[in-house]
Structures are given as structure tokens and as C-alpha cells.
């Protein structure tokens, strides 16, 4: 969406309600596509962790808004994680708070 290149670990794969699949280059640039999408429900959302790269459910994930932009194309500062203790440890290293799920999967 915005010409960055999917880095395998911030990308972001969303499937959508009517079984569509989209892949993103951070959380940022799939929360911006989803706002232009009216009627577009996720009914998936895949998400990296911040400390390994691996793919987890968004449901499952830890989110935390911090310093830390990771994208300055779309000023992407929303890092996934798979634990608790890691989402913490990141708030401690940067700063910032602990969101809600920024997909809102059903």
C-alpha cells in the first residue's frame, strides 16, 4: 500500500470475511487499509512477534503503542508480541502502553 516491501518480521496478513487474503507491511499500513474499507470484516488477522518474527493470531497477541517507529513511511510505532513479560519488557526499553487487539477479529 504504501511501495515498502513486506519485511517477514513486521508483516501482517488479514483474511478477510468474504475469504479474501491481504497481506501488509506493518500493523499501521493494514489498520489504515482496513479504515478505507467500510464494509471489510477480518475474520483473521496474522500478525508477527516483535521478538522472533513469527507469525501469531492477533487474538492470542499482545499489542503495545510505543516510541519505537518501525516504518517511517507510515510512522508504524504498534508491536506485536507473543508473551506478556515481552510486551512489558518493551515498555520498559521504549516507553508506551498496552492496546487493544488493533484488528478487532471476530
Known amino acids: 500500500m504504501d511501495g515498502q516491501a513486506l519485511s517477514p518480521a513486521l508483516r501482517v496478513d488479514l ?26 470484516t477480518p ?22 503503542q510505543s516510541k ?3 516504518n517511517r513511511a507510515n510512522a508504524n510505532n504498534i508491536h506485536a508480541f507473543r508473551f506478556r513479560t515481552d510486551a512489558a519488557e518493551h ?12 484488528f478487532e477479529v471476530e
Request: include cysteine.
Open 15 to 40: 483474511t478477510m470475511a468474504d475469504g479474501t487474503s491481504h497481506a501488509f507491511c506493518t500493523i499501521a499500513c493494514a489498520r489504515s487499509w482496513l479504515a478505507n474499507q467500510p464494509h471489510a
Open 43 to 64: 475474520k483473521q488477522a496474522t500478525v508477527r512477534d516483535a521478538i522472533t518474527g513469527e507469525p501469531i493470531d492477533a487474538y492470542t497477541a499482545f499489542f503495545v
Open 68 to 70: 519505537l517507529v518501525t
Open 91 to 102: 515498555i520498559r526499553q521504549f516507553g508506551g502502553q498496552l492496546i487493544a487487539d488493533p
